[in-house]
């Protein structure tokens, strides 16, 4: 079979090192409660190797490229409709899955946001996701209250998963090399079935909060609450940045009584 070419406008880089490969399939665990997987950009296959030699899980693979698709076709005839062409952020999980998954991959850098956003929204089925991402997006995950890193995602994200920094990866394990260092991280959902404030405002006020993250959130929210009820309130001194996860759900709370 002929290689796939890595196309730059679907943000593709390959995996090279099967080290590496084997690294992050051992990083999933199926005792979490899972018996399906689903490998989001598998490529040529290198995760998928790994994935598919493992009967504790059954393996789905899913990738927008029609000439990966064709080769993995031909590699694993086997997989048959668990081998999907198809964008993975226009998937509709219930059609596939009728019960709890977990989502692994080498995620394509340029929607690396948009992938995690989409987890998000379908919290509720995934249930561990162990990803290749940019450094940075990683970090940004992984951040805590207080840091430069921190903002919408790592609010998000931590409201409703246990987020673990795995391993950083280099650039030259890659074809072709991306410019930026990766690393691996894992998404483990929590037992948060519902935050314990109105969840629409939640995210209405933290996306606020850090839209305007130099100013205090008595000033980035000004459209969000009641200014005079909520006059002597110190939390809203602060700018989004300070806030756990915890103190958002609070201040949540706080307008929603104050409205």
Not at 92 to 106: E, M, R
Not at 127 to 150: D, H, L, P, T, W
């Amino acid at each position: 079979m002929s290689l796939v070419r890595a196309k730059k406008h679907l943000g593709q880089h390959f995996l090279t090192d099967k080290n590496i490969a084997l690294k992050i399939v051992e990083s999933l665990r199926p005792n979490e409660k899972y018996t399906q997987v689903l490998e989001v950009g598998p490529g040529m296959g290198i995760l998928s190797d790994f994935l598919l030699q493992k009967t504790e899980y059954q393996t789905y693979l899913i990738d927008i490229d029609t000439e990966s698709y064709e080769f993995l076709h031909k590699k694993y005839p086997q997989l048959q409709e668990r081998l999907i062409n198809a964008d993975f952020l226009e998937m509709d999980f219930n059609g596939v899955f009728d019960k709890p998954f977990a989502i692994i991959g080498n995620f394509p850098y340029n929607i690396s946001s948009q992938i995690l956003f989409k987890v998000l929204d379908n919290r509720q089925q995934v249930i561990e996701v162990v990803g290749m991402f940019q450094k940075e997006v990683a970090e940004r995950c992984n951040a805590k209250a207080g840091s430069k890193e921190y903002g919408i995602l790592s609010v998000f994200l931590q409201a409703y998963y246990k987020v673990e920094y795995l391993f950083t990866v280099k650039a030259g394990v890659f074809n072709p090399p991306p410019k930026v260092l990766s690393a691996v991280i894992r998404l483990t959902r929590n037992t948060t079935e519902r935050l314990n404030c109105d969840e629409k405002l939640f995210w209405q006020v933290v996306k606020a909060g850090f839209n305007q993250r130099r100013k205090t959130l008595r000033n980035a929210l000004s459209s969000l609450i009641n200014k005079e009820a909520m006059a002597a309130d110190t939390m809203l001194d602060l700018r989004a940045e300070r806030l756990t996860v915890a103190d958002f759900i609070e201040l949540t709370n706080r307008i929603t009584a104050n409205r």
